[in-house]
């Protein structure tokens, strides 16, 4: 199975992604899938990924080397976001045909929270989850205590790569988003379908 991992800005969340949806595909008993984060295009922002035009790119340019396609932005609060990336989803089915799958994700806040799953930190886990801007009120002070601020990509090398490890409580705190993603690409996989949201 090979997977592309379309994040809103890769430069970051490339290092807590891609352990993450390794240790997914390992979880689903395919151990050797080959997971790679889309770097062209390179999307900045949730406003740019969702443009079509920016999209079509990504897709013609990748659409014969990937089975599946992850879509994963953060939810950041917003309710109305779910529609944009169902929307996204049906647009980009069109665009590759039967034999494809793209699955859209939202993270619960951001993707951060992922990597702050496996430890156990000075918050209640329902705030966190709930907090719009998780990133700034805890992953960034979190990243400080532990002194990993000065790594590449501030913490989240290590952070991604502890979470990979820990999948399975990372998937057992992230029902509404990790855990469902999981689901849909489990469904994906039994089937050879792309199931609807």
């Not at 090979?2 to 949806?21: G, M, S, T």
Request: aromatic letters at 8%; a positive charge; proline letters at 6%.
């Amino acid at each position: 199975m090979r997977v592309a991992i379309i994040a809103e800005d890769f430069r970051k969340d490339q290092f807590i992604l891609k352990p993450i949806c390794e240790a997914m595909m390992a979880s689903l008993g395919r151990p050797s899938s080959k997971v790679v984060v889309l770097t062209d295009p390179a999307f900045r922002g949730i406003g740019d990924v969702l443009r079509r035009e920016r999209m079509q790119r990504a897709l013609d340019l990748n659409k014969g080397m990937f089975d599946l396609f992850l879509l994963i932005v953060d939810r950041d609060g917003d309710d109305k976001r779910h529609s944009a990336i169902a929307e996204m989803e049906r647009w980009a089915r069109s665009i590759l045909g039967p034999k494809k799958c793209f699955l859209g994700a939202l993270a619960w806040q951001e993707v951060e929270v992922w990597a702050l799953a496996p430890h156990r930190g000075p918050w209640k886990w329902a705030d966190l989850r709930r907090d719009p801007h998780p990133k700034e009120r805890y992953f960034e002070p979190f990243v400080a205590g532990r002194g990993l601020g000065d790594e590449p990509a501030e913490g989240r090398v290590t952070l991604g790569r502890e979470a990979g490890k820990a999948y399975d409580r990372v998937r057992k705190l992230c029902p509404q988003d990790l855990c469902a993603l999981e689901s849909r690409v489990a469904r994906f996989l039994a089937t050879g379908a792309c199931p609807e949201d």
